[in-house]
């Protein structure tokens, strides 16, 4: 411990410690290589000091809810009165072609050609014309059943009565258990922001304490006195679904004005989804020797969809300039030029309900 608080030791500087002293007591000419058993003695005993050491950084961070983590953020969390949001199923809905009036009970096994399986929700008969509708939900938790339209088009368990199936729209609310950062923004958006009687951080609070929610907007008076516009995202940042919308909704004025959820007596809340703007990049680079430019698209879209997720609602506009240092920085880029966001070089501007989508990436070389 010093000023600045505990600092861990290392094994090579514990080992370096401890084999000092041992000379200091045993004189200089003691051998404590590694092969020596006096060398072998003192770096188990650096190893099991070092895992001491790594204990007690452990303790003393669980106090900080920036530096905590796993069960010790929870809980600090949990004196906020808040949990970590727990994984869910993505759902949705497909179109069954097949032999007119057939009944296609429920638990009917459907799958993408990756390999992600979903089961309908509910015995549905086909029309004359052979064509129903019917939900289905992922087989599995995760983001990962988050689907596009027209993905869902194999049937896992072949029946002669169904000739296809497809998703005319995408899956959604599909979500991973929450991450320590999402939750830590969470607590820290509470502490920092504390509400007051119906203000603007009592409605993000609010928003935000619906499981899938990971960004909001809050506009005042945004359609005359009492009227409050609460604008969503998902887990991902994206626009939220119609289903969480309406949770969102339900869950701070189900019935407009009359105080019957989260929201004061009064109030008028209307909640709505963020709207994607999408965003198309490209650009020449120079590679790096030993890289290929699948290997530097692939790399460079994972650092734009980070930082995307980070500047939902917290930036009014794409900066040219900052998809450009991200382009530079990728792994394997040397240069670059020609870059254009959208077909431009200008900064791309974000409207107020507006979040930027990752579209199509495009460098040459």
Do not use: C
């Not at 923004?185 to 951080?201: D, F, I, W, Y």
């Not at 701070?252 to 959820?261: L, N, Q, S, T, V």
């Not at 198309?280 to 790399?299: E, F, K, M, P, R």
């Amino acid at each position: 411990m010093d000023e600045q608080g505990f600092k861990r030791q290392r094994y090579a500087e514990i080992l370096d410690d401890v084999v000092d002293k041992a000379k200091e007591v045993y004189g200089q000419e003691l051998d404590t290589s590694e092969k020596s058993p006096m060398g072998m003695i003192l770096r188990l005993f650096a190893w099991h000091l070092g895992k001491a050491d790594e204990r007690l950084e452990d303790v003393y961070n669980s106090a900080s809810i920036n530096a905590s983590t796993g069960a010790n953020l929870y809980k600090l969390g949990g004196n906020d009165g808040l949990s970590v949001y727990s994984e869910e199923y993505a759902s949705g809905v497909i179109t069954v072609t097949g032999t007119p009036d057939y009944e296609l009970l429920a638990g009917f096994l459907v799958a993408t050609a990756t390999g992600v399986r979903f089961e309908t929700t509910e015995t549905v008969k086909l029309s004359s014309t052979g064509t129903g509708t019917v939900e289905i939900m992922a087989v599995e938790m995760g983001a990962e059943g988050n689907m596009p339209a027209g993905t869902i088009t194999v049937v896992v368990n072949p029946n002669p009565d169904v000739v296809s199936v497809t998703n005319a729209q995408q899956t959604q609310d599909g979500r991973d258990r929450e991450t320590d950062a999402a939750f830590r923004e969470r607590v820290l958006q509470r502490r920092q922001n504390p509400g007051t009687s119906g203000n603007k951080a009592d409605y993000m609070r609010w928003s935000r304490e619906v499981a899938g929610v990971g960004a909001a907007k809050v506009f005042p008076l945004w359609a005359g006195p009492k009227t409050v516009k609460v604008v969503i995202a998902d887990a991902d940042k994206l626009p939220a679904s119609a289903g969480l919308v309406q949770q969102v909704q339900d869950y701070i004025d189900p019935d407009p004005g009359r105080g019957e959820g989260q929201a004061p007596i009064g109030a008028v809340v209307t909640v709505a989804a963020a709207i994607a703007k999408t965003i198309n990049i490209t650009a020449t680079v120079v590679l790096a020797a030993g890289y290929s430019l699948q290997d530097v698209i692939d790399h460079f879209r994972a650092r734009v969809e980070e930082w995307r997720q980070k500047a939902a609602f917290a930036v009014s506009y794409v900066s040219h300039a900052v998809i450009g240092a991200l382009l530079l920085g990728t792994d394997g880029v040397l240069d670059y030029s020609a870059l254009t966001l959208n077909g431009s070089s200008a900064n791309i501007a974000l409207a107020d309900e507006e979040v930027p989508l990752l579209g199509a990436v495009n460098l040459g070389v």
